[in-house]
C-alpha cells in the first residue's frame, strides 16, 4: 500500500532562517506531488505541484521554493522565512486520477 | 477569485442528526467533487466523491448530492457522530490531471 512521509511535524525558526520540508512517497510510481499551505481562515492553498521529476509548477508567486530530486520525493525551501510563512504544511500525491492522497503535516513556526 | 466556496465557516449538529455542509463552485468546467475531512494537527482524508455524471453519490453515512445546473453540491452525514467533528473540505477538479480546487472549509461540530 502507498503511504506518504512528511518531516518535520512541527518547527520553529526565526525570521530569516532558511527552509527545507521533506516529504516522500512509498508504494507507488511517478505520482504528482503537491504542496498546501493551510493558513487560519484561508483553506488549503496550493503552493507547488509536480508530475515528474525536475517539473515544478508553482500556483503563488511567495518567498518559497520546491524541487523534486527523485520521483517520489518532494522538498519545499525557502532562503530567508517570513513571519507571513507560517502555517501548516500539507505534502499530498496522486495518480492520474483525482483522489489526493495527505501526508501528515508539518506545522512552522516563524517566530 | 474563490472558484469554490464553502459559505459556513462552522456548523454545529445534535448526535443522531443530519449533518449537511454546502459547497458552491463557479467554475462551469469541473467535473469531479470531493469532500475531505480534516482533524486538527493531521492531514485532510478523502471521505467521498461525485463525478458530473451523476447527481447522488452515497457511502454509508454519507451522501453526496451534485446539482450542476445551481453550481452547488452537499455532504450529508446521517446519523450524526461526535467522531464527525472535523474541518470538511470541498474540492473541484476540471480533469484528473489538474490540482484540486479546494473551499475554505466547514468546521463541523456535532454535540452529544
Known amino acids: 500500500s502507498q503511504t506518504i512521509h512528511q518531516w518535520p511535524a512541527t518547527l520553529v525558526q526565526p525570521v530569516g532562517s532558511p527552509l527545507s520540508l521533506e516529504c516522500t512517497v512509498e508504494g507507488t510510481s511517478n505520482p504528482n506531488l503537491y504542496w498546501y499551505r493551510q493558513a487560519a481562515g484561508r483553506g488549503l492553498q496550493l503552493l507547488f505541484y509536480s508530475v515528474g521529476i525536475g517539473q515544478i509548477s508553482s500556483e503563488v508567486p511567495q518567498n518559497l521554493s520546491a524541487s523534486r530530486p527523485q520521483d517520489r520525493q518532494f522538498i519545499l525551501s525557502s532562503k530567508k522565512l517570513l513571519l507571513s510563512d507560517s502555517g501548516f504544511y500539507l505534502c499530498?500525491?496522486?495518480?492520474?486520477?483525482?483522489?489526493?492522497?495527505f501526508g501528515p503535516g508539518t506545522r512552522l513556526t516563524v517566530t | 477569485d474563490q472558484q469554490v466556496k464553502q459559505n459556513s465557516p462552522s456548523l454545529s449538529v445534535q448526535e443522531g442528526r443530519i449533518s449537511i455542509l454546502n459547497c458552491d463552485y463557479t467554475?462551469?468546467?469541473?467535473?469531479?467533487f470531493l469532500w475531505y475531512k480534516k482533524y486538527p494537527a493531521e492531514g485532510p482524508t478523502f471521505l467521498i466523491s461525485i463525478s458530473s455524471i451523476k447527481d447522488k453519490n452515497e457511502d454509508g453515512r454519507f451522501t453526496v448530492f451534485l446539482n450542476k445546473s445551481a453550481k452547488h453540491l452537499s455532504l450529508h452525514i446521517v446519523p450524526s457522530q461526535p467522531g464527525d467533528s472535523a474541518v470538511y473540505f470541498c474540492a473541484a477538479s476540471e480533469s484528473g490531471n489538474t490540482p484540486l480546487v479546494f473551499g475554505k472549509g466547514t468546521r463541523l461540530s456535532v454535540i452529544a
Open positions: 467554475n462551469s468546467m469541473f467535473d469531479y
Open positions: 499530498a500525491w496522486s495518480l492520474v486520477d483525482y483522489e489526493q492522497y
